[in-house]
């Protein structure tokens, strides 16, 4: 379970975050809305222990993240708006980068990349690429999946596709927390309006 409590932000002077607060259940989604600057990508960056906050509290099953960095490193799964790929590297190599033997052709498939498994990545489309990220997360073991403007640069078939890993992620208890502006196949996710 992850819980957020009074949780504050300092972004050189400005205060980005105030009291921010909530609580989420296995199988939960947290929808993260508002203007630029709002501090959703800010709010991701805490969750994921990439910072921390200057005010508040960030606890997974009762404990600070704080306590555990690299167990809490573990459990997370980052997307932001770069997709962090290599790309030297082909689209299967990135996945089995991430994968640490795990199967990839099911991630490859879940995405329609399987008949781009062998390009490197430097030479796919820019939407390839953001295809390949969320499949990034699909071959690892991470609990918490962070999600900065997934559905940027997606044709709409891309779209669902990564509606129905995020409803699967979920339905194993998963937990999603996604930063966005554009529509976002997540049912049921609580929202979450940063900067009102």
Do not use: Y
Not at 100 to 120: E, S, V
């Amino acid at each position: 379970m992850l819980s957020v409590d009074a949780l504050t932000c300092f972004r050189g002077e400005r205060l980005v975050l105030r009291d921010v607060g909530f609580t989420m259940a296995p199988g939960a989604a947290l929808l993260l809305t508002g203007a630029n600057g709002a501090g959703k990508s800010t709010l991701l960056r805490l969750l994921a222990g990439l910072r921390r906050p200057d005010g508040g509290r960030i606890l997974w099953d009762g404990a600070p993240i704080t306590d555990d960095p690299g167990g809490h490193a573990a459990r997370c799964g980052f997307i932001g708006e770069q997709n962090a790929l290599k790309p030297g590297l082909t689209a299967a190599e990135n996945l089995r980068f991430a994968a640490a033997g795990r199967a990839i052709a099911p991630a490859l498939a879940a995405f329609d990349l399987a008949g781009l498994a062998d390009l490197p990545t430097r030479m796919l489309s820019a939407g390839q690429r953001r295809r390949l990220a969320p499949a990034r997360l699909l071959v690892g073991t991470a609990t918490l999946w962070l999600l900065d403007e997934p559905t940027l640069g997606l044709a709409a078939a891309s779209v669902e596709r990564l509606g129905t890993v995020l409803a699967a992620h979920r339905g194993r208890g998963g937990l999603v927390v996604a930063a966005t502006h554009l529509a976002l196949p997540l049912a049921g996710a609580t929202p979450l309006r940063l900067g009102a």
